[in-house]
């Protein structure tokens, strides 16, 4: 079994749509939860971190479940420039090493 | 602006040689450096932890002497990659956390490389 487990996708939402992705992870001790995302041939970028309460970000919002060991990222009012790969990334307290999914291709159409 | 830095972006080296790629913490000291690969339409695994003033950690199944790691000072970690082969062709990326304060793992903008 995969550490962290992402649907690849492809998802291809039309512009103002919501979408959800999901994630989940197999050790139980990790202890630090992200979602990231990267652009075609680039680098990745720290979208948010995900707490236990939920976080939101403006049209982002990010849901950690423990107990199920899930971890979800929704986008409301979708953009066209939110066209990217999303990559749900696990690490361990005090453990700088990131563990990715295999990341999520989102494609927003016009 | 960014923090951590990678040179170069992108190059093309003939099988056998060998390539080093750099990669620079901006404005802070990273005792800890990590370095990972990332083959098209793959998610990034984690290569080797690079640490400064010794020897670098290596994950299971990269090969320490194909991909030599050399953290000599608190803002330079190198990783070259020795007698190059076509299937080494790949997004090599570096991470570094600026501090105990701030989680955030900061990323390099990454160097493509190919073999040829």
């Known amino acids: 079994r995969k550490e962290v487990e992402q649907d690849p996708g492809p998802f291809n939402v039309p512009e103002g749509a919501t979408v959800a992705f999901n994630c989940t992870y197999s050790n139980s001790a990790s202890q630090s939860f992200f979602w990231y995302r990267q652009d075609c041939r680039k680098e990745p970028k720290l979208l948010m971190s995900?707490?236990?309460s939920g976080n939101e970000d403006g049209r982002f919002t990010a849901q950690l479940n423990r107990a199920s060991q899930y971890i979800s990222l929704l986008i409301r009012d979708s953009k066209l420039s939110d066209s990217a790969t999303y990559l749900c990334v696990v690490s361990n307290f005090g453990n700088e090493k990131l563990t990715f999914g295999t990341g999520t291709r989102l494609t927003i159409i016009p | 602006g960014a923090v951590v830095s990678q040179h170069p972006s992108r190059v093309i080296c003939k099988s056998g040689t060998s390539v080093k790629i750099e990669c620079r913490s901006l404005d802070f000291q990273a005792t800890t450096m990590f370095w990972y690969r990332q083959f098209p339409k793959k998610s990034l695994m984690l290569m080797a932890t690079?640490?400064?003033?010794?020897?670098?950690?290596?994950e299971q199944g990269v090969e320490k002497d194909k991909f030599l790691i050399n953290h000599a000072s608190l803002t330079l970690s190198t990783l070259t990659v020795t007698s190059a082969h076509p299937e080494d062709s790949s997004f090599y990326i570096c991470s570094a956390r600026r501090g105990a304060s701030d989680e955030t793992i900061y990323f390099g903008e990454g160097s493509w490389l190919t073999v040829v």
């Open positions: 995900v707490y236990s």
């Open positions: 690079s640490n400064e003033g010794s020897k670098a950690t290596y």
